[in-house]
């Protein structure tokens, strides 16, 4: 049977680290070239360099957030990480 979720990583590239100040403090990274426009309200924006994981399920709109490491030996420790939590499933 095979995954509905694939794990991606991306090539190193510019995030953003959106944090929301006001009250939940919660916190995501966007790509920097694909990053809406935010009020400045509320929100910090720091820039990051590295590589994005995540799981999304190819053809659909379904993902998790990304998680952005500064190498890529990080990001696919990440990735396996992941990969091995489905594996522990079966």
Request: glycine share 4%.
């Amino acid at each position: 049977m095979s995954r509905f979720m694939q794990t991606q990583i991306t090539v190193k590239r510019k995030w953003l680290l959106i944090t929301e100040t006001y009250s939940s403090h919660e916190a995501w990274y966007v790509p920097a070239d694909e990053c809406p426009t935010f009020p400045k309200d509320n929100v910090t924006i720091e820039e990051v360099i590295g590589y994005g994981v995540r799981e999304s399920a190819p053809g659909y709109l379904d993902c998790t957030d990304w998680e952005v490491f500064t190498t890529i030996e990080q990001a696919e420790a990440r990735a396996a990480e992941i990969d091995e939590s489905y594996e522990d499933e079966s």
